[in-house]
């Protein structure tokens, strides 16, 4: 599994021709997420993820602490996604194959594919480290 630094990798994005969505969830599912891709109930990228700018990461410790929380609910990693801009729109496509543990109900309708996962950081973890997703092909230059 490669590993990098999410305060190093955060600094080094590229926001001329890509974006960039977060997600944060339990301890344990990033690995799953980097697995199946990221499910979802509802069609809109927007109802599961956040985009990242600039400004959210000029301080990216900041940001990571500040994402974590205190506790309120469970933060404990944060999922990276990425695509070129003009990809954006194709993020989410219908989910086509079988998945029988997800949120206690039948499989979710649609899904962010793995392919667009850059990976996951543990944010339990004051160093960050930011486990790459071996599968994602935009950009696969960057690692």
């Given amino acids: 599994m490669l590993e990098t630094s999410a ?8 926001f001329n021709d890509n974006v960039y969505f977060y997600h ?8 799953k997420i980097l697995e199946n891709g990221l499910l979802m109930a509802d069609s809109h990228y927007w109802s599961t993820i956040i ?6 990461i000029a301080d990216p ?3 990571l602490a500040d994402e974590h929380g205190h506790n309120i609910r469970k933060t404990e990693e944060m999922i990276l996604i990425g695509c070129d801009k003009e990809d954006v729109n194709y993020l989410v496509t219908k989910n086509t194959f079988n998945t029988n543990n997800w949120n206690f109900e039948e499989n979710p309708n649609y899904v962010i594919l793995k ?5 996951y950081i543990d944010l339990t973890d004051m160093e960050y480290p ?3 997703n071996p599968d994602y092909s935009h950009n696969i230059g960057r690692f």
């Avoid at 305060?7 to 590229?14: C, K, N, P, S, V």
């Avoid at 944060?24 to 690995?31: A, Q, R």
């Avoid at 392919?115 to 990976?119: A, K, P």
């Fill in 24 to 31: 944060v969830t339990e301890k344990g599912i990033g690995e």
């Fill in 130 to 132: 930011l486990i790459l």
């Fill in 7 to 14: 305060i190093d990798f955060l600094q080094d994005l590229d």
């Fill in 115 to 119: 392919d667009f996962i850059i990976g």
């Fill in 51 to 56: 985009e990242l700018t600039p400004e959210m």
């Fill in 61 to 63: 410790y900041k940001f």
